[in-house]
């Protein structure tokens, strides 16, 4: 009995320690000091008058540091008369990797926004925790949000106000968090990317443990874990109740006794095995939906989206 309740107070700890692992949320981090600078305005062709430029880069330099993340914005007019769209994404994925991936050699945390004036086409580039918390997954697809918000503000031409909604939207998203099971897929790798210990991890099929609902099965743990100590109190406390002994006599048979001998022979044993199939589908199943991803021309993964306004 004793074992049976030290194996339950470890199995409920442990289901307690899950819960309380899952429930730490990933922070993101600017790695490098030397390309904080690099988060700020690029308008090459002079777009904006200087006034506008100046603020605009004091809003960006604000919010990447209170989300601490690398965030940059990218104004074309002349230099982008003849990109197509796929093109402006390959030009914003290109200008994030220049500034903030390739200095480090790996994916960082972050998100640039692409305005190209000419073709009235927004472009959110994300990279690292940034695909997560800018998630384009059919679930919870706020790339589509925040370009819904920019909309109102390009169409009226008020670009400082779109940079400014753009920064409150980077940090309502951090606020709340990654969306629940958000992962991203890159078609071109046929690699998962997905949050662990803080940063963006990428494998060929995603962990074992990514869809389950630790803490309701947590709750359901502890509920569970309840009940079977309630009841092992019950039962043991049951077999220590006394009770009336019963005369000897009761135990002597007044027959005659007779014995029986009775011999079994086994010919053959015959064992049958079963395999018990423990795979299980980590392909993005299980009921949910994920983003989306690729890989820029610099070999970094990149998440984000946008459309016309």
């Known amino acids: 009995m004793k074992k049976r309740i ?15 692992c899952a429930a730490v949320s990933a922070s993101a981090a600017r790695p490098l000091e030397d390309t904080i600078p690099n988060c700020r305005l690029y308008d090459e062709d002079n777009f904006l008058p200087a006034e506008d430029q100046a603020e605009i880069n004091q809003m960006i330099s604000d919010v990447s540091r209170e989300i601490d993340m690398y965030v940059a914005v990218c104004i074309l007019d002349e ?10 994404e390959t030009y914003a994925d290109d200008l994030y990797d220049a500034q903030f991936n390739v200095p480090y050699g790996k994916e960082t945390d972050g998100v640039l926004l692409l305005l190209n004036m000419p073709t009235h086409y927004i472009h959110i580039s994300t990279c690292g925790l940034g695909e997560l918390y800018y998630y384009n997954g059919s679930s919870d697809n706020r790339i589509d949000a925040m370009w819904n918000h920019l909309v109102s503000y390009m169409r009226s031409s008020d670009y400082t106000g779109a940079v400014n909604q753009f920064c409150e939207d980077l940090k309502s998203y951090q606020d709340k968090g990654f969306p629940k099971n958000a992962h991203t897929y890159n078609y071109s790798t046929g690699q998962y990317a997905y949050a662990y210990k803080g940063e963006l991890h990428f494998a060929d099929k995603l962990p074992w443990w990514f869809n389950y609902n630790w803490k309701l099965w947590g709750v359901i743990g502890l509920i569970v874990g309840g009940l079977t100590s309630l009841i092992s109190m019950v039962i043991v406390k049951s077999n220590y109740k006394f009770t009336k002994s019963l005369n000897p006599t009761n135990y002597i048979s007044q027959k005659d006794t007779r014995y029986t001998v009775k011999d079994d022979v086994f010919i053959r044993t015959h064992t049958t095995k079963h395999r018990i199939d423990t795979d299980r589908s980590s392909g993005g199943g299980g009921g949910f939906s994920g983003g989306s991803s690729h890989t820029s021309s610099g070999g970094f993964s990149h998440g984000g989206g946008g459309g016309h306004w």
């Open 6 to 20: 030290l194996t339950l107070f470890l199995t409920t700890a442990a289901v307690l320690c899950c819960t309380l």
């Open 79 to 88: 230099s982008g008369t003849d990109l197509s769209d796929y093109q402006c």
